[in-house]
């Protein structure tokens, strides 16, 4: 499919107003994504898991209206929000041609997070996603007539347009990102991995210690930016393909030992483009080196699979089998909470996307 088949060519006007209402979840890398040309276009494929409890929820209140601006609120946690309005016009500008009807109406955007604001998690994935399903559920409301398959098409693509790694959270358990020889994917927009997935990988943890809720102080914008003439990026880019190609037999054979290997590497190589990037820059805080020592003693001891891995911030995500949950939680819960800001952490697992919710 190219970016033309994502453009919506005609649609019923006479619609005065509605409302629809998503969440979408929040996801984590195990491939990743660092480095992009054009608009949100990946110079390397990634895989992640899609997560279930971090999620945002979002409801548009869309009201027909004759101005030719865009035109809308953000309200966030309950109160008006001006802060979140730039991302979002930026967003509408980059998807007007694909959602033509954004200027014909004025839209109230009725946005939280279930997980603690300034978390240090980042919100636009989750964010992302949701406000793109209800876009895809307005389009519906005025006509367009789809089948399920091309909506979480196009929600994605849309979402890739608001924050690159948003396009991975409308389906899970595993989505796929990027042109690869591995899978079907595509850079336009994420796909559902269609591997097999052994047992081991079903229903797999991640607890989300919060090491750190400040700012970040370089934003994943600047970041990718830095990849362009960084002088390790053709090998990352195709240690990513490598990496990939890898983890799709690890799903399908359940080799818990080559995935922490390939996902701890992946981690820590997404870190170290960080530091050797001109300017060069260190997200991890003390705490985070801290932790993932911690972990490796732990693994060791305890002949373990729990295994770390990072997002472009000092959290630590935690990443274990099902089974090993009981053993594992006792871990966090004595020997890895000290190391979070306020003992604070989540617990969440691998889930489904995006979800529908009624109006009330
Ligand atoms: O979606 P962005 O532009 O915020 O980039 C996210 C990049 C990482 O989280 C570091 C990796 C990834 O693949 O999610």
Redesign the pocket.
């Known amino acids: 499919m190219t970016a033309q088949d994502f453009i919506l060519e005609s649609y019923n006007s006479t619609i005065e107003k509605g409302k629809v209402k998503w969440s979408s979840p929040s996801?984590?890398?195990l491939v990743?994504?660092?480095g992009?040309r054009d608009q949100?276009i990946p110079q390397n494929p990634?895989i992640?898991f899609t997560l279930s409890n971090c999620k945002t929820i979002t409801e548009v209140t869309y009201v027909k209206k004759d101005s030719s601006d865009f035109s809308f609120d953000v309200i966030f946690e309950g109160v008006k929000n001006e802060a979140f309005k730039p991302k979002i016009e930026t967003f509408f500008k980059r998807i007007e041609a694909y959602v033509p009807f954004l200027k014909d109406y004025h839209f109230t955007i009725d946005t939280s997070n279930t997980f603690p604001h300034s978390s240090g998690i980042?919100s636009?994935?989750s964010g992302m996603s949701a406000l793109a399903m209800c876009l895809m559920s307005i389009e519906q409301e005025l006509g367009a007539q789809y089948s399920e398959e091309f909506v979480i098409k196009k929600a994605s693509f849309l979402a890739r347009l608001g924050?690159?790694?948003?396009c991975?959270s409308i389906e899970g358990e595993l989505v796929v990102w990027g042109q690869n020889d591995s899978t079907d994917s595509s850079d336009l927009y994420g796909i559902k991995f269609d591997g097999d997935i052994h047992p081991n990988f079903k229903n797999y943890q991640d607890t989300i210690l919060l090491v750190d809720k400040g700012e970040k102080q370089v934003s994943?914008?600047v970041?990718?930016k830095l990849m362009h003439g960084h002088p390790f990026a053709d090998e990352r880019f195709k240690q990513a393909h490598d990496n990939l190609a890898k983890l799709k037999s690890i799903f399908a054979s359940g080799d818990l030992e080559n995935f922490v290997k390939i996902v701890e590497s992946e981690a820590l190589t997404?870190h170290a483009m960080m530091m050797t990037s001109m300017p060069y820059f260190i997200l991890m805080k003390p705490n985070t080196l801290e932790v993932i020592n911690k972990i490796w003693a732990y693994r060791k001891a305890n002949n373990s699979n729990v295994c770390f891995t990072l997002?472009?911030g000092a959290n630590v995500h935690v990443l274990y089998p099902e089974s090993e949950q009981d053993s594992v939680l006792e871990f966090i819960k004595n020997e890895l909470s000290d190391y979070c800001q306020n003992q604070q952490y989540i617990v969440d697992f691998v889930g489904n996307g995006a979800e529908k919710l009624k109006i009330n």
């Open positions: 996801n984590i890398a990743k994504y660092w992009k949100q990634s992640s980042a636009s994935a924050s690159g790694s948003a991975r994943s914008t970041g990718h997404l997002d472009a």
